[in-house]
């Protein structure tokens, strides 16, 4: 398996645009979780799926931010309108059911937001 | 609610030392515990993981955690380093038996393996 991938790797975007971060699971995972990592904050839960259906969205810091998973292998993170606050590495990670919720994790995306 | 607690934010370590990473735990509830590793401009790695049973947990690349209940700590140990364990190394809690599947991660450490 190819692992959990996650598109872009590097964005490069201005304040007051849209932007839609990519990832797909690894095959036959149910979960899907979506991390934010800044050095201010650390590691931080913004939202989980379990089954392609939103479990978790707390850790979602305010309606700019929303995330879709239309079928097994994809979901999306969209962030709209972009804030220089933003500016983070967000990760991508997916656990099957019975996995103890060992998570497994893509390389990031780097967001920058000029 | 679950929080994690790495002591220390870095840790300069001679080649061929060992070294000791410490992680500390609070829940309500019973956990499963975590490392990973981050290399730079990587993702997160699983080094090992304690579920149940045995209290002393070995991992990949020689690392091994010790899990004591009574003083909720998971420290990780390795006992001779390599220049390319530098990494961010991560703690983590999963809650037990309560269907939630988020896993909380602590501030991370910082080794730095010297010459």
């Known amino acids: 398996d190819a692992g959990v991938i996650q598109s872009p790797r590097h964005e490069v975007t201005e304040m007051g645009q849209e932007v839609t971060l990519r990832c797909k699971p690894i095959?036959?995972?149910?979960?899907l979780f979506w991390y934010r990592q800044t050095m201010m904050r650390g590691l931080e839960l913004l939202i989980y799926?379990?089954?392609?259906?939103?479990?978790?969205d707390s850790g979602m810091p305010e309606d700019r931010f929303s995330a879709k998973m239309p079928n097994a292998s994809f979901s999306t993170l969209k962030i709209q309108p972009s804030e220089p606050r933003d500016s983070a590495v967000y990760f991508c990670?997916?656990?099957?059911?019975?996995?103890?919720?060992?998570?497994?994790f893509g390389p990031g995306t780097r967001l920058t937001v000029l | 609610a679950q929080s994690v607690t790495q002591l220390d934010s870095q840790v300069p370590v001679f080649e061929e030392a060992p070294v000791e990473l410490r992680c500390n735990y609070s829940s309500s509830v019973s956990v499963y515990l975590f490392w990973y590793v981050q290399y730079p401009n990587q993702g997160l790695q699983l080094l090992l993981k304690?579920?149940?049973?045995?209290?002393l947990v070995k991992g990949i690349n020689g690392f091994e955690a010790e899990f004591n209940k009574s003083q909720t700590s998971f420290h990780l140990r390795k006992p001779s380093v390599h220049i390319s364990d530098t990494a961010e190394y991560f703690c983590?809690?999963?809650?037990?038996?309560?269907?939630?599947?988020?896993?909380?991660f602590g501030s991370g450490t910082r080794l730095q393996v010297q010459p």
């Open positions: 799926f379990n089954n392609n259906v939103p479990i978790d």
């Open positions: 990670a997916s656990s099957f059911r019975g996995g103890n919720n060992e998570q497994f």
């Open positions: 304690y579920l149940s049973g045995s209290t």
């Open positions: 095959s036959g995972h149910d979960y």
């Open positions: 983590a809690v999963s809650l037990m038996d309560t269907g939630r599947r988020a896993l909380t």
